[in-house]
Nanobody, 115 residues
Framework: QVQLVESGGGLVQPGGSLRLSCAAS????????MGWYRRAPGQQRELVAIMPSSGLTNYVDSVKGRFTISRDGAKNTLLLQMTNLKLEDTAVYYC?????????WGQGTQVTVSS
């Protein structure tokens, strides 16, 4: 059973930084496509950043240059470094793993950007 547990969310002022972590059960972070998604209040969940097993990365335009997705295979952890946070980055952030044909989600971590 794949389990994903996010952490690192919180309250931050505009322009601030946060680092989200997603701890995965089993050795899957480096072997599968991993991604970060978010759902803002009243909006649909959207892809923020994705990293397939190749290590190539892709980002939604609104976070390019500010967010960085990375992984620590030894610790089975997916990371999202977020800098220069904006009010519109406020959302619940979810980690997702695609293992074969199956998709697994974490429970989410709240990020609130507010002055």
């Amino acid at each position: 059973q794949v389990q994903l547990v996010e952490s690192g969310g919180g309250l931050v002022q505009p322009g601030g930084s946060l680092r989200l972590s997603c701890a995965a059960s089993g050795r899957l972070v480096s072997r599968n496509t991993m991604g970060w998604y978010r759902r803002a209040p009243g909006q649909q969940r959207e892809l923020v950043a994705i990293m397939p097993s190749s290590g190539l990365t892709n980002y939604v335009d609104s976070v390019k240059g500010r967010f960085t997705i990375s992984r620590d295979g030894a610790k089975n952890t997916l990371l999202l470094q977020m800098t220069n946070l904006k009010l519109e980055d406020t959302a619940v952030y979810y980690c997702k793993a695609r293992v074969g044909l199956r998709k697994y989600w974490g429970q989410g971590t709240q990020v609130t950007v507010s002055s």
